[in-house]
């Protein structure tokens, strides 16, 4: 007769908390630290988390655990998330399809021709706001649409910091609504929350702070307008420069339809997706100069200037639009989720984040105190980190059975993990998107932050929301939807 193996005694509070102790001290050394106070380069992030889940690994077979134990755990945190990674895949594939059809590079065309000087500040929001709706990237909006606005802004004696503001703002409305966003999926991943109920759950915040943005936008250009402009010649040189490269056709309109409609509908995201890529693949063959090697390489690397012949040089800002998606475009989000999951898979068996939020958040009870602390949570590990997929999972790990246990249904911690972490981005001098923005745009963030409105009101309705108890969706928790 064989003795039962028996299981590994419960960790004591310092033995399930330690993994987190050691990530948070690596974060605040090789990220905060380093850069801000040695003058050092930061420590790469994805590394952080495999030393960390390294510990983690190290603690589990010290304290009895077996190896099957610990690669099960993670398996399990790998397998939930599986089919939403597929998305991401999915969204790589969706860019470079609508790039190579000409889709994007029409919708932008038609975008830059509607600006007008006596209302450039609302359009410098409104037109990045489509974009990035269209596209999900808040980086390539403002980029791209972004370039040309302030070229345009400028011109017309517009201020810097407040086209800045709202280019970033409008840029942020699509980063966080759009279906086709990494850090929108990521974030619905991290809760386990279906990816509309997220979008839908984050209108409560941010239609409301759009509205209020535009709205001092346009009064803004009313009561201030900038002085007329004598050199308009940009934006009819840049839409040239696309039609030159692309045949237009209201076709075209199809693949992001096809889309916007199947949001609407509450269709499956998969699906819907791999259709508008199978459709604009089909519209590139037909409408567009390319062959379907070069259709095939645009959707695995991204279209490049040199499927096109180019008489002349091109204007700024054309390749950075158009030099981008296709499926490895999304291997970094991909790679940060997986390496996030070896190490959350791991303290699983722990139990350190539910004990560790325990212990920090006892005092939230009620389901506004528990939207407060997670708003909190987001914006200090997103600052400290400087990568808003991470956050997504760590906070998300963090508080999920806390919003379970309270009866708060998942996608207000999906909403408050973006209301606060993708918003925060670009007010964080360090953080990579506020170096990104000031090197693009050529305004620092001290200058601009005052008029980066949209991040600015979506805090205030967040934080009111909670304090009032209003839009907190008193619908049943929808994790057992995205488990079924």
């Not at 409301?208 to 900038?226: D, I, Q």
């Not at 963030?445 to 967040?462: G, I, K, R």
């Amino acid at each position: 007769m064989t003795t039962p193996s028996l299981a590994p005694p419960a960790p004591s509070f310092l033995q399930a908390t330690a993994p987190a102790w050691v990530l948070l001290t690596l974060l605040l050394y090789g990220l905060v630290l380093r850069p801000l106070a040695l003058a050092q380069a930061p420590l790469a992030l994805e590394t952080i988390f495999v030393f960390s889940a390294a510990f983690a690994m190290a603690e589990l077979f010290w304290l009895g655990f077996s190896w099957n134990e610990i690669q099960g755990a993670i398996i399990h945190r790998l397998g939930r998330a599986l089919p939403a990674i597929f998305i991401l895949f999915a969204i790589g594939l969706l860019v470079g399809a609508w790039i190579i059809a000409g889709t994007i590079p029409m919708l932008v065309a038609w975008g830059v021709t509607l600006v007008s000087p006596g209302w450039i500040y609302p359009l410098a929001f409104l037109i990045p706001v489509l974009f990035s709706l269209l596209t999900g990237t808040s980086w390539g909006s403002a980029g791209t649409i972004g370039v040309v606005l302030m070229g345009i802004g400028i011109s017309v004696g517009a201020d810097p910091a407040v086209l800045a503001g709202a280019i970033i703002g409008g840029a942020y409305f699509g980063d966080k609504l759009s279906p086709l966003s990494d850090t929108t999926n990521i974030a619905a991943i991290a809760t386990e929350v279906p990816l509309f109920s997220h979008i839908r759950a984050m209108l409560w915040t941010t239609l409301p702070a759009a509205a209020l943005a535009l709205t001092v936008y346009t009064a803004l250009g009313l009561l201030a307008p900038p002085a007329p402009a004598t050199d308009l010649a940009a934006p009819e040189a840049f839409a040239a420069a696309l039609g030159g490269l692309f045949n237009f056709h209201l076709a075209l309109l199809l693949p992001p339809l096809i889309v916007l409609a199947g949001a609407w509908r509450g269709a499956p995201t998969l699906p819907l997706l791999l259709l508008s890529i199978v459709v604009a693949t089909g519209l590139a063959l037909l409408l567009q100069p390319f062959d379907a090697a070069q259709i095939t390489a645009a959707l695995k690397n991204g279209y490049r200037l040199t499927f096109s012949e180019v008489s002349g040089p091109l204007p700024e800002g054309v390749a950075v639009l158009l030099e981008r998606g296709g499926l490895y475009s999304m291997s970094e989000a991909i790679f940060v989720a997986m390496l996030v999951f070896l190490f959350v898979g791991a303290i699983d068996l722990l139990e350190t984040m539910p004990r560790l939020v325990t212990w920090a958040f006892a005092f939230a009870r009620k389901p506004s105190a528990l939207v407060l602390s997670a708003l909190g949570a987001t914006a200090v590990t997103n600052a400290m980190t400087s990568n808003q997929s991470a956050t997504s999972f760590i906070v998300g790990d963090a508080f999920s059975r806390r919003f379970d246990g309270a009866g708060v249904p998942r996608p207000l911690l999906s909403r408050s993990i973006e209301d606060t972490g993708t918003m925060l981005e670009s007010l964080v001098p360090w953080h990579a998107t506020a170096l990104f923005m000031v090197a693009t745009l050529g305004v620092p963030v001290a200058a601009y932050a005052p008029w980066q409105l949209l991040s600015l009101f979506n805090f205030a309705f967040a934080i009111l929301f909670a304090l009032f108890g209003q839009g907190l969706l008193r619908s049943p928790a929808p994790s057992k939807e995205a488990s079924s």
